[in-house]
Every structure is written in structure tokens, then in C-alpha cells.
């Protein structure tokens, strides 16, 4: 697959970040207006119940301050997860929200684990890594960006605040890093030139022939340049006098 494939856009890059938004917007919206409080169906580590936490907590937020934050960073980071890995972006997101909840689980305290943070720091987690990882320039600089944007996020996945879910933080971070290593295939590659391949053949090479053993400039005969190479001709002409 080409790297114009890879780097496409379409309407799917804008319109599935908006729908998430919406989707939460329109939750929160409903619990407020109907007086609801989803809290009780987040994350509750250890126990049975709890699990449908996996699938309910992403949506759920418990103030106007916790979703404002939430969703920016949340709209920005799925447009780009969907316009440079758009091959995989569903499996990203889907399976994001799933393995980060599920180690939430496992490790958080006794406590309502709720809202899309965790999916928050699977794609800052990944996004970055998987730049590093690919060593593509485009990704790489999507990896500084992502660092430059949200790299202080790193302090939230500690202890350091009161009433934020910092292994779900922490969740989201392990999982975009297993991410970035697991998903190697259709993601695109580096160019590689010719002497970079394990075949390659110095003697074959139309750009060496063109030099001797000591690296002197030996110019080719007829005979000598094969029918696949670019021949460039120079032409001096004496300059007049006026």
C-alpha cells in the first residue's frame, strides 16, 4: 500500500470524532436535564458488576469541567488517528476502550472509574510511540506535535490529584504503548534506497559504475550504460564577446 493510500482523506475523519462528541455531549446532556446520575455505571474495580464499566464508562462524565476537557483533546486526536491510521483506527479505538478499561479493573481503588480519558491517553500513547516506532517522518512529526499538545499529561497518570482516576490514566498509557507495538502491518514504511536492501549488489549499482576503485570519475561507453538508466548530456558553449 502506497503512502498516498495511507494518507487519505475523507469524510470519516471529521464525521466520527464529531458523532463521539455528540454522543457524549448528548448523555451528559440527558442526565443533567432528567436530574440521572450514570455514575453508578462506571468502572468499579474487582467486582462482576463493575465490568459493564468497560463499555458505559467512556460515556459518562461527571461535570461540565470533566467533559469540556475531555472532549477537546478527544475530537483532535481521533481526526488524526483517522486520517493517519485510518487502516487501523477502528481496532485503535474500539479495542482501546476495552484493554485500558479492563486493566482499570484490575488495578484502580474501590472506587466509580469514569469517563473517556482513558481512551484519551491510548491515543496520546500510541499516537506518539507508534511515530517513534515507524520512523516515518510524517509520523514523527505527528509524534512531536502530540508531545508539544498534550506531553503533560504525563503527570497524570500518578497520584499527584484527588478525585482523578489516575490508573485509568496509567490504563490507557500501558495500552497505547502495547498498541504501537503490536500493530506493524499496514502501517507505512520508511523509503528504503537501493543499498539498503539485503540484496543489494554494489557492482550492480548504475551510479557506482560510474567510478573506479580509487572513486575517480571514469565516464561510461556506449556499451557500457544499460537501457533502464537516465543518460544527461552536457553541452558548453563558448560565451561571446560583445
Same mark, same amino acid.
Given at each position: 500500500?502506497?503512502?498516498? *493510500?495511507?494518507? %487519505?482523506?475523507?469524510?470519516?475523519?471529521?464525521?466520527?470524532?464529531?458523532?463521539?462528541?455528540?454522543?457524549?455531549?448528548?448523555?451528559?446532556?440527558?442526565? /443533567?436535564?432528567?436530574?440521572?446520575?450514570?455514575? %453508578?455505571?462506571?468502572?468499579?474495580?474487582?467486582?462482576?458488576?463493575?465490568?459493564?464499566?468497560?463499555?458505559?464508562?467512556?460515556?459518562?462524565?461527571?461535570?461540565? %469541567?470533566?467533559?469540556?476537557? =475531555?472532549?477537546?483533546?478527544?475530537?483532535?486526536?481521533?481526526?488524526?488517528?483517522?486520517?493517519?491510521?485510518?487502516?487501523?483506527?477502528?481496532?485503535?479505538?474500539?479495542?482501546?476502550?476495552?484493554?485500558?478499561?479492563?486493566?482499570?479493573?484490575?488495578?484502580?481503588?474501590?472506587?466509580?472509574?469514569?469517563?473517556?480519558?482513558?481512551?484519551?491517553?491510548?491515543?496520546?500513547?500510541?499516537?506518539?510511540?507508534?511515530?517513534?516506532?515507524?520512523?516515518?517522518?510524517?509520523?514523527?512529526?505527528?509524534?512531536?506535535?502530540?508531545?508539544?499538545?498534550?506531553?503533560?499529561?504525563?503527570?497524570?497518570?500518578?497520584?499527584? *490529584?484527588? $478525585?482523578?482516576?489516575?490508573?485509568?490514566?496509567?490504563?490507557?498509557?500501558?495500552? $497505547?504503548?502495547?498498541?504501537?507495538?503490536?500493530?506493524?502491518?499496514?502501517? /507505512?514504511?520508511?523509503?528504503?534506497?537501493?543499498?539498503?536492501?539485503?540484496?543489494? =549488489? *554494489?557492482?550492480?549499482?548504475?551510479?557506482?559504475?560510474?567510478?573506479?576503485? =580509487?572513486? =575517480?570519475? /571514469?565516464?561510461?561507453?556506449?556499451?557500457?550504460?544499460?537501457?533502464?538508466?537516465?543518460?544527461?548530456?552536457?553541452?558548453?558553449?563558448?560565451?561571446?564577446?560583445?
Amino acid at each position: 500500500m502506497s503512502k498516498h *493510500e495511507h494518507f %487519505k482523506y475523507s469524510t470519516g475523519v471529521v464525521a466520527y470524532p464529531v458523532a463521539f462528541v455528540l454522543i457524549i455531549w448528548f448523555i451528559f446532556w440527558f442526565e /443533567v436535564r432528567f436530574g440521572y446520575n450514570f455514575s %453508578k455505571y462506571g468502572i468499579y474495580p474487582q467486582t462482576i458488576k463493575g465490568l459493564r464499566g468497560l463499555v458505559l464508562s467512556p460515556f459518562i462524565h461527571g461535570s461540565i %469541567k470533566h467533559i469540556y476537557h =475531555n472532549t477537546i483533546p478527544l475530537f483532535v486526536l481521533s481526526m488524526a488517528l483517522f486520517y493517519f491510521y485510518r487502516q487501523i483506527a477502528w481496532k485503535v479505538v474500539l479495542l482501546g476502550i476495552l484493554f485500558s478499561g479492563f486493566l482499570t479493573w484490575l488495578i484502580g481503588r474501590p472506587s466509580y472509574h469514569i469517563g473517556i480519558s482513558g481512551l484519551i491517553y491510548v491515543l496520546v500513547s500510541f499516537t506518539f510511540f507508534k511515530g517513534v516506532f515507524a520512523k516515518y517522518y510524517r509520523l514523527i512529526a505527528l509524534s512531536l506535535l502530540v508531545v508539544f499538545l498534550y506531553g503533560s499529561m504525563i503527570w497524570y497518570t500518578l497520584p499527584i *490529584e484527588k $478525585g482523578i482516576s489516575w490508573e485509568g490514566h496509567l490504563s490507557g498509557l500501558i495500552t $497505547g504503548l502495547l498498541f504501537a507495538l503490536f500493530f506493524k502491518k499496514e502501517i /507505512v514504511k520508511p523509503k528504503k534506497y537501493p543499498w539498503e536492501h539485503e540484496n543489494y =549488489n *554494489e557492482d550492480e549499482d548504475p551510479f557506482l559504475k560510474h567510478f573506479d576503485e =580509487n572513486g =575517480n570519475f /571514469v565516464e561510461l561507453k556506449e556499451d557500457q550504460i544499460e537501457h533502464d538508466q537516465i543518460i544527461i548530456n552536457y553541452f558548453y558553449k563558448k560565451q561571446s564577446k560583445d
